[in-house]
């Protein structure tokens, strides 16, 4: 989906986030998911965006993924805990795909729709790289993440009052390997 037309289906996002998104560690609260879709509404904005939606056979939404290419003054790299080498953190609006939220409803799990959707939504990006946030405690979706091949690159708080989360890169191209 383009931005246009996930935001014609925000109901069902807001509907699979604030399920996912109400367990533990993450525990978000009504006015948590609220915050969120108003992100939601100006990153649906980015000529970039892109998002994945996975129904049930009846319609029923069970999971997404979204997200959209790092502009060149992204704030992602400020919020680490230690920088990173001036390399690593070079942006140009295609470099690095920014996957914003991953999430699939805890009755759709272990079905391979969380690998589905992340395919799905990676497909055909021209970045060279994907870069994450995830809380630590989410022990299942780190192994997911590390079984996908990224690596841990940092910890950041990615808002104020936020937990720590881990920050995570994959290398999508072979041929283009980050610092």
């Not at 992100?39 to 904005?45: G, L, V």
């Amino acid at each position: 989906m383009d931005g246009p037309a996930a935001a014609r289906a925000e109901d069902a996002f807001r509907l699979v986030y604030a399920e996912a998104f109400a367990e533990p560690p993450y525990s978000e609260t009504a006015d948590d998911v609220a915050a969120t879709f108003r992100r939601f509404r100006s990153q649906t904005r980015k000529g970039t965006f892109r998002a994945a939606l996975a129904c049930a056979e009846d319609g029923e939404p069970v999971g997404m993924a979204y997200g959209y290419p790092l502009g060149r003054n992204t704030g992602w790299w400020d919020q680490l805990t230690e920088p990173v080498p001036e390399e690593m953190r070079r942006e140009d609006g295609r470099r690095t795909f920014g996957l914003m939220e991953l999430a699939v409803r805890e009755s759709w799990r272990r079905q391979g729709i969380a690998r589905c959707l992340h395919e799905t939504l990676l497909d055909g990006i021209e970045a060279e790289r994907v870069l994450l946030n995830v809380h630590p405690d989410s022990k299942t979706a780190s192994a997911v993440y590390r079984a996908w091949g990224y690596r841990k690159i940092g910890e950041a708080r990615p808002w104020e009052g936020a937990d720590l989360h881990d920050v995570m890169l994959l290398d999508v191209r072979p041929d283009q390997k980050s610092v």
